[in-house]
């Protein structure tokens, strides 16, 4: 009964700024660790960036300084910034939470993944 659903995908040219946004809704007792992953053709999934509860960040190495992760706790949804995009960043970005129910079940949840394609 809970859902998270990406926004902001799609198509931007290399060097510009796109804003990624996931929101979770449903039976939802508290949301815990947030963050961001991306899996691009033919590679594994990454982590992109995290961000806990009360706002510790982490990001992968190879994004520091260009993304940016933030969240509204009082919407349950968590950004990513991302700026100075590269044809390399293009890939399916995925959205995952850590979020306990109102029955109090804990679970990692995960978006349906929003398309980013960075054009050179």
């Known amino acids: 009964q809970v859902t998270l659903v990406e926004s902001g995908g799609g198509l931007v040219q290399a060097g510009g700024p796109l804003r990624l946004s996931c929101a979770a809704s449903g039976s939802i007792f508290s949301t815990n660790a947030m963050g961001w992953y991306r899996q691009a053709p033919g590679k594994q999934r990454e982590l992109v960036a995290s961000i806990s509860s009360v706002g510790n960040t982490n990001y992968a190495d190879s994004m520091k300084g260009r993304f940016t992760i933030s969240r509204d706790n009082a919407k349950n949804t968590v950004y990513l910034f991302m700026n100075n995009l590269k044809p390399e960043d293009t890939a399916v970005y995925y959205c995952?939470?850590?979020?306990?129910?109102?029955?109090?079940?804990?679970?990692?949840?995960w978006g349906k993944g929003t398309l980013v394609t960075v054009s050179s």
């Open positions: 995952n939470a850590a979020i306990t129910s109102r029955d109090y079940r804990a679970w990692n949840y």
